[in-house]
């Protein structure tokens, strides 16, 4: 009879409670004059950035911010950045001997006036946030934009897919077996041919694309959709194309996945019959 009621006692036992993370944005901006001297009057470097904070428990904020940020907290990055980014304005501009900061003019080091020089006023802006948050599994959103001078800034983004049960970064090959290989390679230059309005079998290069076979994109997200993929501008089409973003509907790629992948888009609230 004891060993009965030992057993009746520990199924009433309560279940353990799922935590609910405490997550907040957390905002910065920071101002680089090229001219300290004259603030009022200084061309300068501005930085903004949307942070995203997890306030509780402490070792899920600690596994996403090293996963984030590379870095055990926000403050730190912050100031990581705020550095890197002083020091490549300050050095971009190393060149320029002398300011007239109350009229902008500007010297070169034989103290010759530039007068073909757009004003130096660049920025730095980035953005970190959830863009599906979960209990056991997020993708987060990362998009930066730079500005340097000229005729446009430089724009990217990055997908992190977390496994926050495991505290683990999920990669593509958790997901798909052989990504490489040749049938994922034909599911996705067919989905960038639609992009492209290509018929199907037309060589890449005669839409938008820079060569016919296209590096394959690491940058991914997943949604009750299907598999994302994601390439910068620049990276397999010209920068006037702008980015290009594309999706595998979870039915055409389906076939080629792991049994261990589609278990783990469970904790996306993505469900695949295995």
């Known amino acids: 009879m004891l060993p009965l009621l030992l057993q009746a006692c520990e199924t009433l036992k309560p279940k353990s409670k799922i935590v609910k993370p405490q997550t907040s944005q957390w905002y910065y901006t920071y101002s680089i004059l090229l001219t300290p001297e004259n603030p009022g009057n200084s061309p300068e470097m501005e930085i903004s950035m949307s942070l995203y904070q997890v306030k509780y428990p402490a070792k899920l904020a600690a596994f996403?911010?090293?996963?984030?940020?590379?870095s055990p907290d926000l403050d730190s990055y912050k100031d990581r950045i705020i550095k890197e980014q002083r020091d490549y304005y300050r050095r971009s501009l190393s060149y320029l001997k002398d300011v007239d900061s109350e009229n902008l003019r500007i010297f070169d080091s034989e103290g010759v006036e530039i007068t073909d020089l757009e004003t130096p006023n660049w920025h730095y802006i980035e953005k970190i946030?959830?863009?599906?948050?979960?209990?056991?599994?997020?993708?987060?959103?990362?998009?930066?934009?730079?500005?340097?001078?000229?005729?446009?800034?430089?724009?990217?983004?990055?997908?992190?897919v977390l496994d926050l049960d495991a505290q683990k970064q999920v990669k593509i090959d958790d997901l798909i077996d052989d990504y490489q290989g040749d049938k994922v390679r034909e599911l996705i230059y067919d989905e960038l041919r639609k992009y492209s309005k290509l018929d199907k079998g037309k060589p890449l290069?005669?839409?938008?694309?820079l060569t016919d076979e296209p590096e394959l994109s690491f940058n991914f997200y997943v949604n009750e959709e299907g598999l994302g993929l994601y390439w910068d501008p620049y990276e397999i089409a010209p920068y006037s194309e702008g980015s290009i973003e594309i999706m595998l509907p979870w039915k055409k790629i389906r076939p080629l996945m792991l049994s261990s992948g589609m278990e783990l888009l469970a904790k996306f609230n993505i469900y695949l019959m295995v």
């Open 64 to 70: 996403v911010y090293q996963a984030l940020y590379s």
């Open 205 to 209: 290069s005669s839409g938008i694309y």
């Open 129 to 160: 946030a959830p863009i599906s948050p979960r209990y056991s599994g997020i993708v987060i959103q990362r998009t930066k934009e730079v500005y340097t001078g000229g005729a446009h800034g430089l724009f990217t983004k990055r997908y992190f």
